[in-house]
């Protein structure tokens, strides 16, 4: 059963920070793996979607790698802003009989201060 | 662009009331699915729908009923409410099961 463990839990930064967000997946069969955000009280944005072909996607100020091999995809935001304030989140994509299933993080819940 | 619309946005419920939670899209997309999010344990597969005149059982599907009569709607029927369903239920679609997934703004639902 595919396991998918975000790391850390939250995080605090000042405004203007780089940062890395860590996604890490048991069952490296996934197929694709997308990152997410939440704001509080609301739906599921689509950030970036990293398929199976790929190594990384990049957008804006958002970059995510996925490494099958090691079983993980980290996300990248430069220069963070107030803005960029939200819980993150990663889920894999499956293929084969589990075909569609999203298998979802915990979640980063990600705080920038001005 | 409408993407994933959900209705209500908010229900409560008594137990043992049945409902049925709205999902339609507009973007033609085969796969659609239905999620629940609660506190500590994240966003839950609970039934899906390869195309119209298809669906199947997620992770947690007891309690709930889906139809797929249409591409565009993927409606999630309580047969009889439970506090244990209180949660908060999220639609989505996608292309088709392994591409990008688009989400509703969710719908919060009280069993008391």
């Known amino acids: 059963k595919q396991e998918v463990t975000q790391i850390p839990a939250a995080l605090s930064v000042p405004e203007g920070e780089n940062l890395v967000l860590n996604c890490s997946f048991t069952d490296s069969a996934i197929y694709n793996l997308q990152w997410f955000r939440q704001d509080p009280g609301k739906g599921l944005t689509s950030l970036l979607l990293i398929q199976s072909s790929q190594r990384e996607q990049t957008s804006g100020r958002l970059n995510a790698s996925l490494d099958k091999s090691s079983g993980r995809s980290t996300l990248y935001i430069a220069a963070s802003q107030p803005g960029d304030s939200a819980t993150y989140l990663c889920?894999?994509?499956?293929?084969?009989?589990?075909?569609?299933?999203?298998?979802f993080g915990q979640g980063t819940i990600l705080t920038v201060h001005p | 662009n409408a993407g994933v619309t959900q209705t209500p946005k908010f229900q409560v419920l008594k137990t043992g009331q049945s409902m049925t939670l709205q999902c339609a899209q507009d973007?033609?997309?085969?796969?659609m699915s239905w999620y629940r999010q609660d506190p500590g344990m994240g966003l839950r597969l609970i039934h899906y729908?390869?195309?119209?005149?298809?669906?199947d059982q997620g992770e947690v599907p007891n309690g709930y009923n889906v139809s797929r009569s249409t591409t565009e709607d993927f409606p999630l029927r309580l047969l009889s409410a439970a506090p244990s369903q209180t949660s908060v239920y999220f639609c989505a679609s996608s292309y088709s099961g392994v591409t990008e997934a688009f989400f509703g703004q969710g719908t919060r639902l009280t069993v008391v």
């Open positions: 729908s390869v195309g119209a005149g298809i669906t």
């Open positions: 889920a894999g994509h499956a293929g084969g009989t589990s075909y569609g299933k999203l298998t």
């Open positions: 973007m033609n997309h085969e796969y």
